[in-house]
């Protein structure tokens, strides 16, 4: 029996996607999800907006566009997690975010308190 179900995997994957569009106004075109025991896995794809895409054209702009994702991210953490654990039986222990910038990508790991 999976701890998180599928219509929360799905929950959690549109939220996402609205949040980023709500926030930077463009959301990732594809979200995918996966959980193992306690942990979720999303993957996001296609997520940058038209001007980040157009900085990212050199090492410079991939560094700078990679400084203001996790500027953002780490602004409006809190918020997203705060929302996104009304979607779980379990409470958010944590979350790690990672950006890669070149492929228009960005992963993340979300760890549930399950009472291992």
Known sequence: MDI???QCL?????????FIKVKTGK???????????????????DYLT???????KDQEGIKIVKNAREKFSANLHDEYLLKANELFKHRILE???????????AFEVITLDIGY
Do not use: Q
């Not at 799905?10 to 609205?18: E, G, I, M, P, V």
């Not at 959301?27 to 794809?45: A, H, M, N, Q, W």
């Open 50 to 56: 038209p001007i980040e895409k157009e900085i990212t």
């Open 27 to 45: 959301g990732p075109k594809v979200v995918r999800t996966y959980s193992e025991k306690d942990k979720i896995f999303l993957e996001l794809e």
């Open 10 to 18: 799905h929950s959690l994957r549109r939220f996402t996607a609205d």
């Open 95 to 105: 979350s790690v975010m990672l950006w890669d910038i070149e492929n228009d990508r």
């Open 4 to 6: 998180i179900d599928t």
